[in-house]
């Protein structure tokens, strides 16, 4: 099933391609992303949130997803990760696949774009 899905991927990614091929070695690094949440409330005060995501690759192929919410772990995702045109991807826990649309990489950033459209930028951390 993976290597037909992973086939699929690269064909969409070749047709609608969004982003020039980028090596794997501009991908390895550390990479952080932080955004603040705020709702409104009603009766009581606005309550903000603070989502930071981190990943870290590294030149062997492993990989790790951390999501935080105020300082807290959510979702922590660990495995082997790889990129085929334009479609980076992170297997982790029992054959699950984290896919994600990368838009552009260059030294310093790493943008990608959400399923919403939106796009989410990661800095490098030196």
């Not at 086939?7 to 550390?30: E, I, M, N, P, Y």
């Not at 705020?38 to 603070?50: A, E, F, P, Y």
């Amino acid at each position: 099933m993976r290597p037909i899905l992973t086939l699929a991927l690269a064909v969409l990614a070749f047709t609608f391609s969004g982003c020039d091929s980028a090596k794997k070695s501009s991908f390895v690094g550390r990479w952080i992303s932080k955004e603040t949440r705020v709702d409104k409330g009603i009766i009581s005060s606005d309550k903000t949130d603070l989502i930071v995501r981190t990943i870290t690759l590294d030149a062997n192929g492993n990989g790790q997803l951390s999501i935080t919410l105020n300082g807290r772990p959510t979702q922590n995702a660990s495995g082997k990760w790889s990129v085929l045109n334009d479609v980076f991807f992170l297997d982790y826990d029992n054959g699950q696949t984290l896919y994600l649309r990368v838009v552009r990489i260059t030294a310093e950033r790493f943008v990608i774009r959400n399923p919403d459209g939106s796009e989410r930028i990661y800095d490098r951390i030196q």
